[in-house]
């Protein structure tokens, strides 16, 4: 009992010391922004949807330190074209983990414009159906897979303010990684904390 007593008082005074400091300035520099659209993979591949969450920590006039999740849904031609079953696709459901340092380019006006670029973690899910066919029988299974890799992100972002704290705008990314590249044009909303 008073080794947990202890800690919840090192844990109070902790956060006390957090709070009294002055994070104004902090606050200032960051942005978090989201927003939803249209997702699809290079080559012969069917649209679907995106949707992402993007946190920006601005350091300097120019450059910004962003973190982003983004989840790109789309589908791609199936493997047994000749199957009984219809529609033959693979189902793709990919989600992005990304570092991105962003340039601002800079206007005179309150249109604002950035590009970036970085790092990317990603996790792709394939959901197709496999057809196995011998001489008696026809055996049809759904199938998941799943694999991740790295790749490399190319964004460019234009926001509007509309009011105090509040922008619109649209971005278009482009995830190059080793096994299927795919790009995503949204809308989305970013809100000045």
């Not at 047994?80 to 033959?88: A, E, K, L, R, T």
Request: charged letters at 15%; proline letters at 3%.
């Amino acid at each position: 009992m008073r080794l947990k007593l202890s800690l919840l008082t090192l844990t109070l005074i902790f956060v006390g010391a957090i709070s009294a400091q002055d994070t104004s300035q902090f606050l200032n520099k960051c942005t978090i922004s989201s927003g939803w659209g249209y997702a699809n993979g290079a080559g012969s591949s069917k649209s679907g949807f995106t949707f992402f969450v993007q946190m920006d920590y601005r350091f300097s006039a120019k450059f910004s330190l962003a973190t982003e999740f983004e989840h790109l849904n789309f589908d791609l031609p199936g493997y047994y074209q000749d199957s009984v079953i219809g529609p033959n696709d693979q189902q793709l459901f990919d989600n992005y983990f990304s570092v991105l340092i962003k340039y601002h380019l800079p206007f005179n006006s309150r249109f604002r414009v950035s590009l970036g670029s970085g790092w990317t973690y990603y996790i792709r899910q394939t959901g197709y159906f496999d057809v196995y066919t011998d001489a008696y029988s026809q055996v049809i299974t759904y199938r998941l897979s799943s694999f991740s890799g790295y790749g490399i992100p190319f964004l460019f972002e234009t926001y509007y303010p509309l009011w105090r704290n509040l922008s619109v705008g649209l971005r278009a990314k482009y995830n190059l990684n080793e096994y299927a590249n795919s790009y995503s044009a949204a809308i989305g909303a970013s809100l000045k904390l």
